[in-house]
């Protein structure tokens, strides 16, 4: 029989929503590599076998014991890539299909209680060009963790392609030690003092933002999702960096500020709710261990009518000092002490993420291949509206949105919206925020001008009576 261990508090609350809606795959976290070149598909499985082996997270399922939600480490064995051979179709028609597959693929849920909670596919496009897909379930993974599994993954392969065994340093420990520690550190004391000062920062918020939707919101939790993204300039991208600069701030700090002030100006509502994650690796025994570590801060932004750009990110930069001070609160137990009636038509707290991405870029690199990471459109939402943004030169910014909630015309005007706010800011930081312009002069045209040309022509002859 296989031990059990006591599942991390995010373990815990993911756990509950997969019991709640059972086969969801709201949770699953894909990622598409194209590789080039004479790629051996056995030397590839024994790579993620020295993986899986040396990571005992990805050998993990879960099952509830009187109420407690548990890990489950199984004993190594043999992975299985499942492979589909698509290079006799005609090009178009191939990667039409590729993309198919790469989706559908990526939407299957898991069965955490089964496992495995790792899957992975080829996609053999020819005879040198193949498609990875590795879909993780989150409970067991987060977004630094998948970078680290396939840096492993690769050197594993490049180590066995040349008949070397892979050599990594020795794991300190393992996930089922950390969420033991986090357990024991985060005892009733230090947990009751740290959900009393999230209280006090979250006092008065109004937990559901009001967005103007397309669709009227359906009941139950809604999963589907698409994207829609823009490309900032580098001299928009040279401003941002100087007035984070001069206001002792970040990056971060300046675009968390512009995306607040976007939704107060959507909503109107006093005080913008928004959440967003911190890589919570904090001890040097983290930085290699591939599991969920990642936690959920709530960031609060207070609106009035004079507020302005520049007082706005002062407000963010003194919340987020005083929230990563206080970012080891399990976002789990804030809201079963702030929201204990839940609702599954809406994410409790916040609705909208915004994510900073500064996950360090990979370059994987094999000898004889060649291996860059593919975009695809998942097709799933975890929120009403995600937000990710990252600089390589340019600043980029994507919004992941539900589907059914909105329409990608709507998102893109949002997009639009986000960019004019933005520049408007760096512009004029020192002007109230409801006074930066939203539309563009092309939009305020046909906004303020077309769609207020109403008269109409009607026949003078004719008498009211």
Not at 109 to 121: I, Y
Not at 163 to 168: E, M, N, S
């Amino acid at each position: 029989m296989n031990a059990s261990f006591p599942a991390s508090f995010g373990q815990q609350r993911l756990w509950f929503l997969d019991q709640l809606e059972p086969g969801t795959a709201a949770y699953n976290l894909p990622r598409a590599f194209l590789i080039q070149g004479p790629l051996d598909t056995r030397i590839l499985t024994r790579a993620l076998d020295v993986v899986m082996r040396r990571h005992a997270s990805l050998r993990t399922v879960f099952e509830s014991v009187q109420g407690e939600t548990r890990q489950v480490v199984l004993p190594p064995q043999e992975p299985e890539i499942s492979l589909f051979d698509i290079a006799d179709l005609p090009r178009p028609q191939r990667d039409a299909e590729a993309q198919r597959i790469v989706a559908e693929e990526g939407k299957k849920p898991f069965d955490l209680k089964q496992g495995p909670l790792l899957r992975c596919l080829l996609v053999r496009l020819g005879p040198e060009e193949h498609i990875l897909l590795m879909v993780m379930h989150h409970i067991i993974t987060d977004g630094w963790s998948i970078a680290i599994l396939f840096r492993e993954i690769t050197a594993g392969y490049a180590a066995l392609v040349q008949g070397q065994q892979p050599a990594f340093p020795d794991l300190p420990i393992q996930y089922t030690d950390y969420a033991q520690w986090q357990r024991e550190s985060m005892n009733d004391e230090v947990l009751a003092q740290e959900i009393e000062h999230w209280k006090a920062k979250l006092a008065g918020a109004q937990p559901v933002l009001e967005l103007p939707l397309d669709h009227p919101r359906p009941s139950g939790a809604g999963w589907h999702g698409a994207t829609e993204a823009i490309t900032l300039d580098r001299r928009c991208l040279s401003r941002l960096k100087s007035m984070a600069q001069a206001e002792g701030g970040t990056l971060f700090m300046v675009a968390m500020a512009a995306f607040q002030a976007l939704l107060w100006r959507y909503t109107k509502q006093e005080s913008i709710l928004v959440g967003t994650p911190v890589a919570a690796r904090h001890e040097v025994e983290m930085e290699n261990m591939i599991g969920l570590f990642v936690n959920t801060l709530v960031f609060r932004a207070d609106f009035s009518r004079t507020l302005t750009f520049r007082e706005l990110v002062r407000q963010v930069r003194s919340f987020s000092l005083d929230a990563y001070m206080h970012q080891d609160a399990p976002f789990e137990k804030l809201v079963e002490a702030l929201v204990p009636q839940r609702s599954i038509d809406t994410h409790p707290l916040f609705q909208v993420m915004f994510t900073f991405q500064n996950i360090p870029k990979q370059v994987f690199q094999i000898p004889g291949l060649s291996i860059k990471e593919i975009a695809f459109e998942a097709g799933i939402a975890k929120f009403d509206l995600s937000a990710e943004v990252w600089d390589d030169g340019e600043f980029h910014c994507q919004f992941e949105y539900r589907s059914d909630l909105f329409e990608a015309s709507t998102i893109r005007r949002m997009l639009g919206h986000f960019e004019n706010l933005l520049r408007e800011g760096l512009e004029r930081p020192d002007t109230p925020v409801g006074e930066l312009n939203l539309m563009s002069a092309e939009e305020r045209a046909q906004v303020v001008v077309e769609w207020n040309r109403t008269e109409a022509e009607y026949p003078r002859e004719v008498t009211i009576a």
